[in-house]
């Protein structure tokens, strides 16, 4: 049974306990953003929690951004931030249940947050969402944490051996512009389709 379930995740959202939130966008999701040139490119971005990336997309041209949480407290909260912002699609799903297809899928404390168990389901549910040719971009946690999780850290090798199998890796490495608090503990990652 996967205690990490919607109940878990409104009490999270709710009580305000989301330490990893550090409350802008992530500097290499955004270095990599503000190099794509396409702004009508379809992006996902599971687990949103407070979706900062999706804010950064908006305030930078992007108009077909689908974020999706299993939270729905968190989805609320989404949308008030975000001023019910109509060039967004909130779904409040579960994302292992998510239908559709998309260009750009973003990273960013989604895959830290499910149960390693799952591991493996993510990558394979990744590798239908995305369309031919499609992008996995984000960042992922290249450390072990000292407590139980969420959030649950990981390294390279282990990261490599259970991506490559569904899609191909074309950058996994140490991010030179983490925020100071996480300099030398996360990975930027871009897989295709």
């Not at 779904?91 to 493996?120: H, K, M, Y």
């Amino acid at each position: 049974m996967n205690t990490l379930n919607a109940d878990y995740w409104n009490n999270r959202h709710q009580a305000g306990d989301t330490p990893w939130d550090i409350k802008m966008p992530s500097p290499p999701i955004t270095s990599y953003i503000d190099q794509l040139k396409d702004k009508n490119i379809s992006i996902l971005i599971p687990g949103a929690g407070h979706s900062h990336e999706a804010t950064y997309l908006i305030d930078h041209g992007f108009e077909n951004i689908t974020v999706c949480d299993i939270s729905e407290v968190a989805i609320q909260k989404m949308k008030l931030q975000m001023n019910n912002r109509i060039l967004i699609n909130y779904l409040n799903i579960d994302f292992f249940v998510l239908d559709g297809t998309f260009d750009l899928i973003i990273e960013q404390t989604f895959f830290c947050a499910i149960d390693p168990v799952f591991r493996s389901k993510y990558v394979d549910k990744m590798s239908t969402l995305l369309k031919p040719d499609g992008k996995l971009v984000g960042v992922l946690f290249g450390i072990e944490f000292p407590h139980k999780g969420p959030p649950f850290g990981g390294h390279i090798s282990e990261y490599k051996s259970l991506f490559s199998p569904k899609l191909h890796i074309q950058t996994m490495e140490i991010c030179y512009n983490s925020i100071p608090q996480r300099m030398g503990n996360e990975l930027f990652f871009i897989c295709k389709n």
